[in-house]
């Protein structure tokens, strides 16, 4: 019998999360990599393809003039995009926001600091850059079940430890997250206004902070994904409209703070989608249908004309 993934999604044999060690980020894409599904830079940053034929990457061709950048991890690389071309990026150049070209500079697995660092190593290589839209946060809370001494100073990132048998409280988590999110916009902030950017914080979709039940089709993915991941042992207490709706509170007042515009995209993907939308791959990653969504709402919320 074929699975719900194989049958709904057999692109995804394709993204196969398996990345190249790289000093300070820890690890990255593979440069020059190829797929059905997806392209890589000379650095391995997924190419943007553009309206005639053009493309936009951070290390080899794009148009002349400015960009912009979306930044961020998996999502915003594109994971459960069936082509480069279904990507945030790539609908917002073509269809959403197509006045300057977008940049995919996005790590896979990212935690906010190696989101930073990344930026950080390569900002050397980008043209003058209108906006920066840092589409993140999941990644962080996911990470807060590790214990204390996993989380060093700049908290923990994947693979650097095995997962927990008892995980922090809910609450103790968000805070966890919140701070290091947070802290880490401030040198987002401090290298956008030295670049003369416009900076923008966008709380990532995830599907239980998006609708409180999965279609039919969406729950036979998580499920099948369920029976090979941890997900649901160490993160159902994460998943409940009431927590998603309670960090996104809490990066909203320290986003504030640090004048950076702040979207919950679980809301504006929420009430933007029908109830027959099919937009998650998995708990994490859309389908292009979703991630065409999330594009239209960025466009849209943040005056990306």
């Not at 990507?87 to 906010?112: D, M, V």
């Not at 090979?228 to 927590?243: G, K, L, Y």
């Amino acid at each position: 019998m074929t699975s719900p993934r194989a049958e709904y999604t057999p692109h995804m044999e394709h993204y196969t999360f398996i990345l190249e060690d790289q000093p300070y980020l820890g690890y990255f894409q593979y440069g020059g990599e190829k797929t059905p599904v997806h392209t890589t830079d000379r650095h391995g940053f997924r190419i943007t393809p553009g309206p005639g034929g053009q493309r936009a990457t951070v290390g080899d061709d794009r148009p002349e003039g400015a960009a912009r950048v979306l930044a961020g991890s998996s999502a915003v690389f594109g994971v459960g995009a069936t082509g480069d071309a279904a990507t945030i990026g790539a609908r917002l150049w073509n269809a959403h926001a197509p006045r300057l070209p977008w940049l995919n500079f996005a790590g896979q697995s990212h935690n906010s600091a190696q989101e930073l660092l990344l930026f950080t190593l390569f900002q050397h290589e980008l043209p003058p850059v209108e906006d920066i839209v840092l589409l993140s946060g999941v990644n962080n809370l996911v990470l807060s079940r590790l214990p204390e001494e996993k989380q060093g100073r700049h908290g923990a990132f994947f693979d650097c430890g095995p997962a927990p048998d008892v995980v922090p409280p809910p609450d103790r988590r968000v805070t966890h997250a919140t701070d290091l999110t947070l802290r880490h916009l401030r040198g987002w902030k401090l290298l956008a206004d030295g670049l003369g950017a416009r900076l923008t914080f966008v709380l990532q979709p995830l599907a239980p902070w998006v609708r409180e039940e999965p279609l039919p089709r969406e729950t036979l993915l998580f499920e099948e994904l369920d029976e090979v991941s941890n997900f649901r042992r160490f993160h159902n207490d994460i998943s409940t409209m009431a927590v998603g709706r309670s960090y996104a509170e809490r990066l909203a007042v320290g986003c504030a703070a640090l004048d950076v515009p702040f979207l919950d995209m679980n809301v504006a993907l929420g009430e933007a989608a029908a109830p027959e939308d099919w937009l998650f791959i998995d708990r994490v990653h859309c389908t292009d249908l979703g991630y065409d969504l999330v594009a239209r709402q960025l466009a849209d919320r943040l005056d990306l004309a």
